[in-house]
């Protein structure tokens, strides 16, 4: 049984769209004004009635409710969006996105890619002023933001999507996100694939300069360490493990992952137990390094 829309139905509303079960009576005008794709299949007939005693034509529309709610909105209320939330979900942002790009309503794409864009930016430089995506959009959702800019031919919002999904855990990444419609969002494969071998590459980085950070440290480094026993203090198990790192088997210390903290990985999968002196040594160091090599290089591998 079908339901009237709480908010889209004007009693003089001239057009009734119907999305699953749910109508919308609104006004014509706008919305042949607003979008071709609704302007074109207004010019055919229209029936007058569809199992109910309205005066105007019913058109049955194959989206969700959700989607339809919210392209209607954006022009009906005006091109300034002024009905979305100041920090929108990931779920309204996408109904707009998605549905302007099916019934070419350019002002609501230009608005939701234009949102994206202040949180997605095409550098690096621009991404270090936030490094978390939208504000109500989870990590995940940088999946369905990737497939936007696909969708939109809008590379530019690509970078920064791709480098939160290299964030991801594999189940993650691999599972994807639903959307408020039950709809699935994953990658495509080639996206899927690429943040892979993006992931791997980055890994790789990551174990490098993490070499170069220890180098350093064995080489000049501030340890507080009193021991007499040379052989305890942390910068002489620094330089162990650098011999280690040369005679061995390298894949046992690539690191803690991409986010993970690297003097917790020095402590607990290397054995080395840092003093207070060379641990706040080694943690700006760290953060430089992989602050700016890693994310910009996956800022290169999105483009």
């Not at 919210?70 to 920090?87: M, T, Y």
Request: glycine share 8%; hydrophobic share 35%; with cysteine.
């Amino acid at each position: 049984m079908r339901t009237r829309d709480n908010h889209l139905w004007f009693d003089d509303g001239n057009l009734i769209l119907v999305a699953g079960n749910v109508e919308f009576c609104i006004y014509m005008g706008p919305l042949i004004n607003s979008s071709p794709v609704f302007r074109d299949m207004l010019s055919l007939p229209q029936p007058t009635s569809d199992g109910e005693s309205y005066a105007c034509p019913v058109v049955q529309v194959p989206d969700h409710p959700n989607d339809i709610r919210c392209i209607l909105q954006s022009f009906i209320f005006g091109n300034d969006l002024r009905f979305v939330a100041e920090h929108p979900s990931f779920d309204t942002i996408s109904s707009i996105a998605r549905m302007g790009h099916k019934y070419q309503i350019d002002n609501a794409v230009k608005y939701a890619l234009t949102y994206l864009r202040c949180y997605y930016p095409s550098d690096y430089a621009g991404w270090k002023q936030n490094k978390r995506g939208a504000p109500n959009f989870r990590p995940a959702h940088s999946i369905g933001v990737m497939n936007l800019a696909r969708l939109t031919q809008t590379s530019d919002i690509m970078p920064a999507a791709f480098w939160i999904c290299c964030n991801l855990d594999i189940d993650h990444l691999q599972a994807g996100f639903k959307r408020n419609d039950g709809t699935v969002e994953t990658l495509s494969r080639t996206d899927l694939v690429n943040v892979l071998i993006a992931r791997q590459e980055l890994a790789e980085l990551a174990a490098f300069s993490y070499l170069y950070v220890l180098e350093a440290i064995a080489d000049g480094g501030s340890c507080s360490c009193d021991s007499d026993d040379e052989s305890d203090d942390c910068q002489s198990s620094i330089s162990g493990v650098l011999g280690q790192l040369t005679t061995s088997d390298t894949t046992r210390y690539n690191g803690p992952g991409l986010t993970g903290c690297w003097v917790s990985f020095l402590n607990d999968d290397c054995g080395v137990r840092l003093c207070d002196a060379l641990g706040e040594t080694i943690r700006p160091r760290l953060a430089t390094g992989m602050g700016v090599g890693l994310p910009a290089r996956s800022f290169v591998a999105a483009h």
